[in-house]
């Protein structure tokens, strides 16, 4: 079992903080990992890649099979895709030059549709899944990543040349393996679109708020106010998954909240890219949950607001 | 008429922005000013108060009836308020050393209630007014204010000594009287609290907004997405309103929207705060009007998580 799982060669495209992680603990555990770099790529290949881990100690990875070409990449049957949700369409050529046929392309990245614009781009022979990352880890350097806490990935099949859900749901089996193979918690999701909307009760209120506020977690859950804000930009996702159809399991956001309560001080991916002035995934994050609740019959005023305030700040700041 | 609309002598309690230009439009216009200072007082002693305005040109009122201490000041007639509300209790102390028998002290304020907390400070001999002031004006350095655009100030009566509305009304009427002498546009309205309401419409957008976002008023009104917030906004403040018994004129939300279309570019007076670090006007602007349309059966769901966002910028910033 354990070898049948560490047969299928890995790809990671986007070696940022979530590519880097998680490439480096497929490896660590024996996958065949091949990153694909652009500005990092000398860095790594000189000095390998390093997580800096409050959970698993410091890990080095080195030598990198490092590549600044999705060409010279070998055929890889897994492809994990760490990159921002802002630029998905232009990863497809890399993402087909590195994929074997019949390769699994898994996008590691929050938000709704993320996988829409890609899969218009891919031949129909690739599958397309996507994953959520429950996790704390920031890029502290070139090859470097900080990993505070947690690794879980839930994921879900998007589309591919299969019809068969039982098929499907192998498939989604057979990631999730991945990494449990790799000591990470890992769960196959039947509803992807489910999936997303869970994760969007937290992205939505602390990626928002955090970036608005120019806070990190602990000083938003040490303020009444705030607190508040959370809870209710919260029960408004949560409204907004309903009427798009998907029943979120009893008390979901209060868990997500004591959860974040519990979790060491945390920059969220969206405050850490305003500060470095990236375009932010407003699109994924805000954009499309609102347009799919407003479709629903639901209006989630709070959202809609914080969405209103980032793009202000996002179209000032590079 | 005008000489007797000029004996009465004028005491500015809190010469700032609003204060300073007052006082100096009415010293222009012959009135006995006599000006309450504290960190000012020495720079104003020495160099005079000076106004650069784009509507009334360089004006220079020098000397000064300045004075570090209310006990100096000669009993005047009415009394114009124009330190911020986060600090009116503190005030009344002067304002009844500075007031001769049956003064009125016009509180040049905005938000809600901001007469009440001060009423209760005052003795009931005195004449509680407060006013509305549509001016874009700063201070530019001690002694100094800049005055961008307008100047009307419309009143209204709070409390007092006299319970007839028409003996009311006449003292607010000769409330308006002192600023038409000055050239001033001024209107003695019949509700003071539906004139605060009015006012709302624009500070509550526009004074949080800019805070938030850090941005002067052009910006906030070139973007689409903050356009469409302000304006959502807008009719959330009028919708308070009504919930609370006040019609606002027709198209009210849309003229001030308008009318800030065509306004030189402005920083208002919270983002300054901000800025300079000194306490948000929170209550009067964002609290008291929230919990009066709530208790009146409207949540301003806009209105609250701007004032969530801004009680938590606030408790860090000072």
Redesign the interface.
């Given at each position: 079992m354990s070898t049948e799982l560490k047969r299928p060669r890995i790809g990671i495209i986007g070696t940022g903080a979530i590519g880097g992680f998680y490439g480096v603990m497929l490896a660590r555990a024996g996958f065949d990992v091949h990153f694909l770099l652009r500005s990092e790529f000398d860095a790594v290949r000189q000095d390998g890649l390093q997580i800096e881990s409050a959970v698993y100690g410091d890990l080095l990875l080195k030598p990198v099979k490092a590549y600044n070409s999705a060409a010279d990449m070998p055929p890889c049957d897994w492809l994990l895709v760490g990159a921002k949700s802002t630029g998905n369409v232009g990863l497809a050529p890399a993402i087909i030059q590195a994929a074997a046929p019949d390769a699994k392309v898994l996008v590691l990245q929050n938000g709704l549709a993320v996988e829409d614009n890609l899969r218009e781009a891919l031949p129909d022979s690739l599958h397309l899944l996507g994953g959520l990352c429950f996790i704390s880890v920031y890029r502290s350097g070139p090859g470097k990543v900080v990993h505070q806490a947690f690794g879980r990935v839930n994921l879900g099949y998007h589309s591919g040349p299969v019809r068969s859900d039982e098929i499907r749901q192998s498939i989604v089996e057979q990631g999730a393996g991945l990494f449990h193979a790799a000591g990470l918690e890992s769960e196959a999701m039947a509803n992807l679109a489910q999936a997303r909307w869970q994760k969007l009760v937290w992205n939505i209120p602390y990626n928002g708020?955090s970036t608005?506020?120019r806070?990190t977690t602990t000083?938003?859950m040490s303020?009444p106010?705030?607190r508040?804000?959370i809870q209710?930009l919260m029960n408004e996702v949560v409204q907004g998954a309903q009427a798009c159809g998907h029943e979120l399991p009893a008390g979901y956001a209060q868990s997500l909240f004591a959860m974040t309560e519990t979790m060491p001080d945390y920059r969220p991916s969206m405050y850490l890219d305003y500060q470095e002035q990236r375009p932010l995934e407003l699109q994924a994050i805000y954009a499309e949950p609102l347009a799919a609740a407003l479709q629903a019959g639901c209006d989630m005023?709070?959202v809609r607001?914080?969405?209103?305030?980032l793009?202000?700040?996002d179209?000032?700041n590079h």
């Open positions: 708020l608005l506020l806070a000083p938003l303020d106010q705030t508040a804000l209710a005023v709070r607001m914080l969405h209103q305030a793009t202000f700040m179209a000032g």
